[in-house]
């Protein structure tokens, strides 16, 4: 498989767009390219498409929405960019023409060259959701007439899904794999951030018992978690002719629907990736 140095040049002019159904998908999924981007210079802008108000066992909505729109604030402080959760019901999105044109309002006032989101093929309705609506908002931000009042980008950005592992209906393709070892501290103290989540509501939904009851016990305890979690990434997608497997992988599938992406980007838009793009 081909296989590319990366240089390590600057990328301030590079701007990166996640747009995650939930406060924690941005960081979850793809943390090691966004801290790979950051040492870059990227402009990054992190987005929750839902406001997180559905999974939590305790708290109020109103509560919810309130600690996970922090709590995403305080992670994109982490990473140094900013972190926002839109308003939209997390459980209940629907890749409406609302959903739609929000997004293309976003890409036009922010004008990535890179956008991350999920596929529309997922576990999760409200990933399938945000996947189908940003697929649905590709083409359509070119058009002037359509949500005006912004203008149109110079160039549509390029779409990538973030990793994930279901095959039905159809698989994955790992076209970029990053070894992101090297930031897996970065990436479980912005994951850290979301206690509602991952110290609360998870251990909860997942009938985690193995969970120990003292805080100052929790960070180890969810680094193995996650690691657990994530590492079918590596078996599935890192190639051995790369070398050993690394502690933590993440991959990414350029989309077929939105800009084109060419070879001479990668080391823009996939620093530090290995690539399996023939002739890249
Ligand atoms: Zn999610």
Redesign the pocket.
């Known amino acids: 498989m081909p296989d590319t140095t990366i240089s390590k040049s600057p990328n301030s002019d590079c701007r990166i767009l996640v747009l ?3 406060p ?2 941005a960081e979850f999924f793809a943390g090691g390219l966004l801290h790979e981007h950051k040492r870059r210079g990227s402009q990054i802008r992190l987005v929750s498409v839902t406001n997180g108000q559905s999974g939590h066992h305790r708290d109020s909505s109103d509560v919810l929405v309130a600690r996970r729109r922090l709590e995403a604030s305080e992670s994109g402080r982490v990473l140094g960019c900013e972190y926002v959760c839109w308003d939209f019901p997390d459980g209940s999105l629907q890749p409406t023409l609302q959903v739609r044109e929000a997004i293309i309002r976003e890409i036009r006032s922010f004008a990535p060259d890179l956008v991350l989101t999920h596929r529309p093929w997922d576990y ?1 309705p ?2 399938r959701a945000v996947g189908q609506a940003v697929q649905d908002a590709s083409y359509m931000v070119m058009v002037p007439k359509i949500a005006p009042g912004y203008s149109v980008p110079k160039q549509e950005p390029v779409v990538a899904y973030m990793v994930d592992l279901f095959t039905r209906p159809v698989a994955f393709r790992a076209d970029f794999v990053l070894d992101a070892s090297e930031h897996l501290a970065g990436i479980l103290k912005m994951l850290a951030c979301h206690r509602s989540q991952f110290y609360e509501w998870m251990p909860w939904i997942e009938r985690i018992e193995d969970m120990p009851s003292e805080p100052q016990a929790w960070s180890d305890w969810f680094k193995r978690f996650f690691l657990e979690k994530t590492a079918a990434r590596g078996t599935r997608f890192w190639d051995p002719s790369w070398g050993s497997l690394p502690l933590l992988v993440e991959a990414f599938e350029v989309s077929e629907y939105a800009g084109k992406f060419s070879a001479q980007r990668q080391n823009q838009l996939f620093p530090a990736c290995r690539s399996n793009i023939q002739g890249s």
């Open positions: 995650g159904a939930h924690d998908d999760h409200d990933h």
